[in-house]
């Protein structure tokens, strides 16, 4: 599997930015990827118990 140029920081950052309201549209903007990245980040951090 490629390395993500994303730290898991960053991801988690992200994830709780759309928890407090933030639009995913917005999010996506600001870290230059794409709503189906985003979802697939949502998808394997909500599927994972290894990350908080």
């Not at 994830?15 to 549209?25: D, F, M, N, P, Y």
């Not at 600001?30 to 697939?40: D, E, L, W």
Request: net charge positive; glycine share 4%; hydrophobic share 35%.
């Amino acid at each position: 599997m490629k390395k993500s140029k994303f730290t898991e920081e960053q991801i988690a950052f992200a994830l709780k930015q759309a928890q407090s309201g933030t639009t995913v549209e917005e999010i996506c903007r600001k870290m230059g990827i794409s709503q189906a990245t985003f979802y697939a980040w949502r998808k394997s951090w909500t599927t994972s118990p290894r990350r908080a």
